[in-house]
């Protein structure tokens, strides 16, 4: 075992500051990296102010972050994939019993006993798992993924979760050419659902509640916006699109959004408000409409997503920072106030 520096929450109410923590010495299929960038996931904030206290209880401290990107500095005597000085990424998934059925076909993110990279039991070391706001991080190679290197690693770390959670939905209920696709929220996850549901050749429409965002959807990749407080904007799309996915972070309408669905068509939730959102019967039973959700994404998908955004260039945009300001990052974050995901310039926390 040795120590590392991290940044955590020592309780709901706390502000994150400097800690140190322990980490396993890498084992013969670990991967010992030095984390050079992380994201900051509004599911860091939702856990680090236990805002999720009915189903993901916050254990204290709780170290956030699972949007890495690293650099390999030791690889256990058995690790085939990887050697010190490869560039690699770590998402939101740490470990998952490799067995089960979800494991065996590569969705190791709905495996029942699947270890998150914060906030899980910690099968090694005991306590729980501690992210990516750290120094230092010892990851199964499993779990470890290759990172293009042609791109930007600080836009490069919000892939291994904002990028993953939108394209795996993407990619399940088909969006494509010929297909009129929704996002809704313009945040971190948003702004990706945008560049991947272009990229994949959608006709691509925004929702937000930011009147000045709408420039920038356009800029990203979308043909339309539409400003959702606007009744008469919204009603203009009633009935008309294939999928819309809905990357919001607070309880919002979901009902006006099911009316915007075709025929069988399908809304799914990336976003995971605290408190329940209300649905309405009869939105769904004409037209015979879906409410789906969709979590993360697993290892394999997790790769052809970030070779896919090697081969196309894409990455999210971000506004980088000193671990130093991840407190008034968090404030922003609540006020919708990010272009459109802060990432973490971890040289910040050894300096
Ligand atoms: P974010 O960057 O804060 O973006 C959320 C966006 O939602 C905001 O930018 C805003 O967009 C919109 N919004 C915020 N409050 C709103 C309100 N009261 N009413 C309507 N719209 C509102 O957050 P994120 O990191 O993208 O995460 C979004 C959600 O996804 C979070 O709940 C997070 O925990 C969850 N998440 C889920 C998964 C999964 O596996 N399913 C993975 C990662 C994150 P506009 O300004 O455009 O309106
Ligand atoms: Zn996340």
Redesign the pocket.
Known sequence: MFQTKAYAAAGKSAKLAPTTIDRRDPGEHDVQLQVLFCGI???DL?QARDEWHAVFATVYPCVPGHEIVGQVTKVGAKVTKFKPGDRVGVGCLVDSDRTCSECQDGLEQMCLASTFTYNSPDKKLGGVTRGGYSDTMVVDERFVLRVPTNLDPAAVAPLL??GI?TWSPLRTWGAGPGKKVGVV??????HMGVKFARALGAHTVVF???PS?VEDALRLGAHEVVLSKDASAMAKHAGSFDFILD??????DINAYVALLRRDATLTL????PEPLQVGAFGLLFGRKRIAG???GGLPETQEMLDFCGQHGITADVETIPIQQVNEAYER?LK?D?R?RFSIDMASLRS
């Open positions: 996931c509004h599911s939702h979760c904002a959670t929220g313009l945040g971190g996850l948003g937000t509640t930011s965002k990357a919001v972070s607070a309880n919002h990336v976003g995971a408000p969709s979590p993360i974050l919708a990010v459109y």
